[in-house]
């Protein structure tokens, strides 16, 4: 903490005498969305990366993970064992800190892009803006609302696998008031360089606004069928010098069988009322019901022993089948009140609330015992096409629910020499009661969280710049994964501590620069007891630490740029296992992801670039005493618009440039392909 003051307080000096030369004029600043962040971007306290609708149109991106690469913040970006979720951002994961326009939105499928204006990445514990968890971060999906005036917009992408792609967008102004916005999707591809692996998406998401005289309201439904073969990549392997992905074999080569399915039903119903009591004191109240069905029966691949070194055509791989179905229902419901004024001469932008929360969850699993002849499959010569065959067990039915309780107060002061203190506090109340196979488990957690900052706004190059220093906590229940177990059930919560520093510095009326330091402490992690494996204790302690620096929007008037870098140092602490002193899983050193775009009236040409330094996909050792590694990557995606009138516009993609064989995301004990090179065509029209 002393070393954290004396960089603080340097960064308050020198921010002085930039403000000794120029008298602070506020000026229109750039704002996101999220309904509890009441400052323009440039004094936000942390780094919120925001990937926008027209990089995703840009780049062709058809679905939210391929888009959380775009951003250096996210460390990992998933597998199919959590479609959709599977997320970290340094180094933590976001499985259950991901929300809709600040509204939980938990679910396991493959989100649609075509629904949103942008993708906001919030680094740091985040807990009073969202509630508990959020101890790396959480993802923010803005919707597409209804807009002023009618307007039609149809696209059609197709392309290499099988590609198929359509998007509507359609807005009507109905005048009075009332506005309607309609954005439908039809998806359906395969994945380059990959044998037997298909995609299948229906979802429509309409929405109907309403504005009286202070009074407004938005109620919305987001509808999603997926019908997918996934893709559940190729076996690590052990040797004596380490454990390694499998790369040397064949890339399309699939390991799972004729049978392996993964289908999801999703419906998320939201209302939105907003209500000005005065000019400075607004209500806003909210309601949101999901629902998420799922089925699956996916194959994971296993190579086991020791090998003396690369797997050949002959090494056995044998197929571990997960097979389970689940129910899930979510319902929010938050009331805030949001308020400017002055006291004593300081102003104060307020927003304060309630919550309450009821999530149901049904999950039940089954196990195989596959006959002898499809057990396994040769590496070099895999045969998906073979029918699943052996014995099917239930081995957990399981049904839980959790009832959540909270109130909230954030109010960012402004103090004398123009400087901004934000006081933030949140109570929790996480009552979870489950039921797995007969045996019932319940915990109760109630656990405050706090977050402090203070941020010093000035003037640099007649440009408004910030510093900012911020504390903040968060913790994550036990049964907040919708999982509760005699291992699990008598635990408390881990608890987690972020500190971070950063500056920030409005370049342009769109280009946003900014850089931070970040030290995350998760203490009370759940470790496995070595002396008996049917405990868990809360013995463990993980420090993310590193450096995060941003450049976003429009350089010039033709340029768009966004630029990231994170470099992330982790560390498992204190631990009773054998992974003291190791990285944490999916965290690597390195990551950048850059991406330029120019645009004239008639044509539009861009590219990005994304790397990622090698990571492990565990903590914690095997049984060989090894943890697996997955390589380094870089990929070159590279588009080209061209403007045929003033409705239709065509553009060409092209994704991994130099066919690069690289691992996208990994699980204990597999990795997952990127796709190959893949090329895209695309044509847009709108009226």
Do not use: C
Not at 267 to 284: A, G, K, S, Y
Not at 433 to 456: C, E, M, Q
């Amino acid at each position: 903490m002393k070393k954290f003051g004396i960089v603080m307080l340097t960064l308050l000096a020198s921010a002085a005498q930039a403000q000794e030369m120029s008298e602070i004029v506020v000026t229109a600043t750039p704002r996101r969305q999220l309904p509890k962040q009441l400052v323009p971007m440039v004094d936000t306290p942390q780094q919120v990366v925001a990937i926008t609708g027209g990089l995703l149109t840009e780049f062709q991106v058809a679905d939210v993970q391929t888009a959380l690469q775009m951003s250096s913040l996210v460390s990992n970006h998933g597998n199919d064992a959590a479609p959709g979720n599977d997320v970290e951002i340094h180094g933590f994961t976001t499985q259950y800190d991901m929300y809709m326009d600040g509204l939980p939105e938990y679910g396991k499928f493959y989100r649609d892009a075509a629904y949103y204006d942008d993708i906001e990445i919030v680094s740091g514990p985040s807990s009073v803006l969202f509630g508990r968890g959020s101890t790396g971060g959480a993802i923010n999906f803005n919707t597409k609302k209804p807009l002023a005036g009618d307007a039609y917009r149809l696209q059609t992408s197709f392309g290499t696998d099988d590609r198929e792609r359509v998007t509507s967008d359609i807005n009507l102004d109905l005048g009075d008031g009332w506005k309607v916005r309609l954005n439908t999707v039809a998806d359906h591809h395969g994945v380059a360089e990959r044998d037997d692996v298909e995609y299948k998406r229906l979802g429509a998401f309409p929405e109907v606004s309403y504005q009286g005289d202070g009074f407004r309201v938005l109620a919305s439904w987001l509808h999603q069928n997926d019908f997918d073969r996934p893709d559940y990549g190729v076996p690590f392997y052990d040797t004596n010098h380490g454990g390694f992905a499998a790369l040397n074999g064949p890339r399309a080569a699939n390991y799972g069988f004729a049978d392996d399915f993964d289908r999801t039903n999703v419906n998320i119903l939201t209302l939105t009322t907003e209500t000005d009591l005065t000019d400075h004191v607004m209500l806003r109240a909210q309601a949101r019901w999901s629902n998420y069905l799922r089925a699956f029966q996916v194959t994971t691949p296993l190579i086991t022993g020791i090998l003396p070194g690369e797997p050949d055509a002959s090494t056995l791989v044998s197929r571990k089948i997960q097979d389970g179905y689940s129910r899930d229902d979510f319902l929010d419901l938050p009331v805030d009140v949001v308020a400017d004024f002055d006291t004593f001469g300081l102003s104060h932008k307020l927003i304060g609330g309630i919550e309450f929360q009821r999530i149901g969850s049904s999950p039940n699993a089954f196990t195989w015992t596959l006959a002898k002849e499809v057990a396994t499959v040769p590496f070099g010569d895999p045969d998906p096409s073979l029918p699943i065959a052996g014995t099917r067990t239930l081995t957990t039915a399981a049904s839980g629910r959790i009832y959540s309780q909270a109130a909230y107060i954030s109010d960012t002061i402004t103090l004398p020499y123009d400087l901004q203190l934000l006081l933030s506090v949140r109570g929790d109340r996480f009552d979870a009661t489950w039921r797995v196979n007969g045996a019932n488990f319940r915990h109760i957690d109630i656990k405050p969280s706090t977050r402090i900052a203070l941020v010093y706004p000035f003037l640099l190059d007649d440009r408004q710049a910030s510093v900012y220093a911020a504390y903040g906590t968060s913790f994550d229940p036990q049964a907040e994964g919708l999982s509760l177990s005699s291992k699990t059930g008598s635990l408390g919560p881990e608890e987690t501590e972020n500190y971070e520093i950063g500056a920030k510095w409005q370049i342009g009326p769109k280009l946003l620069a900014s850089a931070s330091l970040f030290h995350t402490e998760k203490t009370n992690l759940r470790e496995n007891d070595p002396n008996n494996p049917s405990l868990a204790l809360l013995v463990g302690d993980g420090v993310a630490r590193g450096l995060d620096l941003q450049l976003s929007r429009r350089l010039y008037d033709h340029w768009d740029v966004t630029v990231g870098y994170t470099y992330l140092l982790t560390e498992i602490e204190s631990s009773i296992n054998k992974d003291l002193g190791n990285s944490f899983r999916n965290a690597p050193r390195h990551r950048v992801a850059a991406f330029l775009t120019y645009e004239t009236p008639e044509y539009e040409v861009g590219g990005g670039v994304q790397y990622a330094s090698d990571r492990y996909a565990s903590a914690l050792p095997d049984a060989a005493g090894n943890r697996f590694l997955a390589p380094a990557y870089a990929t070159l995606s590279l588009m080209a618009g061209y403007t045929v009138s003033e409705n239709m516009k065509v553009q060409f993609n092209i994704d991994n440039v130099t066919d690069e064989f690289y691992i996208s995301g990994v699980d204990d004990t597999r990795a997952t392909p990127g796709p190959g090179r893949t090329f895209v065509f695309s044509a847009r029209w709108k009226y």
